[in-house]
C-alpha cells in the first residue's frame, strides 16, 4: 500500500519466525550484505556517472556523488537495522541503480532543461522498476525493506519529473500533483492517524502509478507541447486524484 512506507510498524521488519543464526552467523550475514551493498554502490555511482555525464550540467558531478554518498550512507543504516536476508540480491542493487539515475536528473533539473536524454534515462529507470520486483521474487528476497526502497525511490522520481515538465512550462501547478500526491498524503497522516492504516490491494492503484509516471516521462520530451501537455498533465492528475480520494475514503469508512 501507498503508505506501508510510513506506517509499518518496524517490528515488521525484525520479525523473525525461525531460531536466528548465532552471533557468529550472524556477523557473517552481515558481511557478506556489506560486500554486496558495497558492489551495489559502485554500479550505482558507475550508473550516475554515466547518466549525470550526458546531461545539462547545472550540478557540478563531484556535488552529485556527495549527494549519492549521503543517501547510500543513510540506506546502509537502513539496510543494516531491517533487511531480514543474508543476501542483498540483484533485485535491490536494481533498485538502488534506479535511484541513481532519479539522482542524475537532478541536474537538468537545476540546468532548467529537459529533452530527449532526459526521456530515455526517465524510461530506463521506468522500465527496471518491473525488474527489481521480480527479481526479489525469483530469488526468495521479499521483504518490507525491499517495498518501502522502490516505494521511496518512485516517490523521488516522480517528485523530480514533475518539477522538470513544471519548471519547463510544459503544464499548470496540477503536474506538481503528480510528484507529491504521496507526500501529502504521508503529511496528512500525521493529522489524521487512520490515514496510516494498510490499504487492500488494487490493480488499479498499481496501473494508475504506471499513468502517473509514463505521462510524466512523456512530458520532458520536446515534441510534446502546450496545449497538449497541459491536456496529458490534467487527466494524469485526475486519475491519480481519483486513486487518493478512493483510498482515503475507504480508509474512513473503516476507520477504528
Known sequence: SRQSLF??????????????????????RRS?????????????ACALLLAASRLPHG?????????????????WFQVARHYPHGDFGWCNTVTLMRGALVLALIAPLVAGE???????????????DGVDGWLARNRGLVSAFGA???MEVDS????????????????GPEVLLLGTARYIFIGA??????????????FSRKAICVLQLSALIALQ????MMPMSGVLAFIAAAALAWSFGRDTLWLHRERG
Open 7 to 28: 506506517s509499518a510498524d518496524m517490528t515488521d521488519f525484525l520479525h523473525i519466525t525461525r531460531p536466528g543464526p548465532g552471533p557468529d552467523g550472524l556477523a557473517r
Open 32 to 44: 557478506r550484505v556489506l560486500g554486496e551493498f558495497l558492489g551495489a554502490t559502485a554500479l550505482g
Open 59 to 75: 550540478v557540478n558531478l563531484p556535488v552529485l556523488l556527495g549527494l549519492y554518498g549521503l543517501a547510500v550512507t543513510g540506506l
Open 114 to 128: 529537459t529533452g530527449w536524454l532526459v526521456v530515455i534515462i526517465a524510461s530506463v529507470t521506468l522500465a527496471l
Open 148 to 150: 518501502r526502497f522502490d
Open 156 to 171: 523521488s522520481f516522480a517528485l523530480v519529473l514533475a518539477l522538470l515538465a513544471f519548471s519547463a512550462g510544459k503544464a
Open 189 to 202: 497522516s500525521f493529522a489524521l492517524p487512520w490515514l496510516a492504516a494498510p490499504l487492500p490491494e488494487r
Open 221 to 224: 520530451a520536446p515534441i510534446i
